[in-house]
């Protein structure tokens, strides 16, 4: 039996700032499944996910995320939308004066998490997934650049998400980082039972860890064939 599809695109046109970035997109992501989506930078990579998050538009065609259609949602849907997904990018967008423990709590109370003790739990579980039990009271300032996309995964898992998206996570980050970064994000994914779209410019990740691939060109993507 098919899996649902969480992510589904039919000849979805993408437009960022009044601008067409993508035309004719047609892109399918299962549930649990994972999927590069690769091209040069300025081909359209991260507006695609910024339309799968709910902020670039979709002009036309069909495009439709876990329940919500993206060409009609409402912005009142948008975080609810949002609190679904988990996000990870090259720059991290941690708060760097705050502890990580701070970092994954206001998340929750953001998503409506109250009980004070559940939140602890959480962050201590999640902290344990992804490596850092022992830097609960450490400030993100002085964790290395590995370190901290671990706690950006972190942040991006705590409220259990259905589809991680991942914008070039591992874009400044030396070879043997990335691949322990990506051996945990592959690993988190299938613990977690999440789907997972990554974009990214380096193959050799694709190489090490093997998915569906959709290309990124001239104004267009294109599923590869393989």
């Not at 671990?150 to 591992?170: F, G, H, V, Y």
Request: hydrophobic share 40%.
């Amino acid at each position: 039996m098919a899996l649902p599809l969480v992510v589904e695109f039919r000849k979805a046109r993408i437009e960022q700032s009044n601008l067409p970035v993508l035309s004719d997109v047609n892109l399918d992501l299962a549930d649990a499944e994972n999927c590069y989506i690769i091209g040069k930078s300025g081909s359209g990579k991260s507006s695609l996910l910024r339309a799968i998050y709910g902020e670039a538009l979709i002009k036309e065609g069909y495009a439709r995320v876990l329940d919500y259609d993206l060409r009609n949602i409402k912005r009142p849907q948008v975080p609810d939308l949002r609190r679904r997904l988990g996000m990870i990018f090259q720059d991290f967008y941690l708060f760097k004066q705050w502890t990580v423990a701070h970092n994954l709590s206001f998340v929750m109370v953001a998503t409506d998490w109250r009980d004070k003790s559940e939140i602890r739990n959480r962050v201590e579980e999640v902290l344990g997934e992804v490596g850092l039990s022992t830097y609960f009271g450490t400030k993100v300032h002085q964790l290395s650049g590995g370190e901290q996309q671990r706690l950006a995964i972190a942040r991006a898992i705590i409220n259990k998400p259905e589809i991680i998206i991942a914008d070039e996570p591992t874009g400044n980050l030396d070879p043997d980082t990335s691949d322990e970064i990506l051996y945990l994000l592959n690993r988190v994914c299938k613990e977690n039972k999440s789907a997972m779209i990554l974009a990214t410019h380096d193959y050799r990740i694709i190489e090490k860890f093997p998915a569906r691939i959709y290309r990124c060109e001239n104004g267009a993507i294109q599923k590869i064939e393989g």
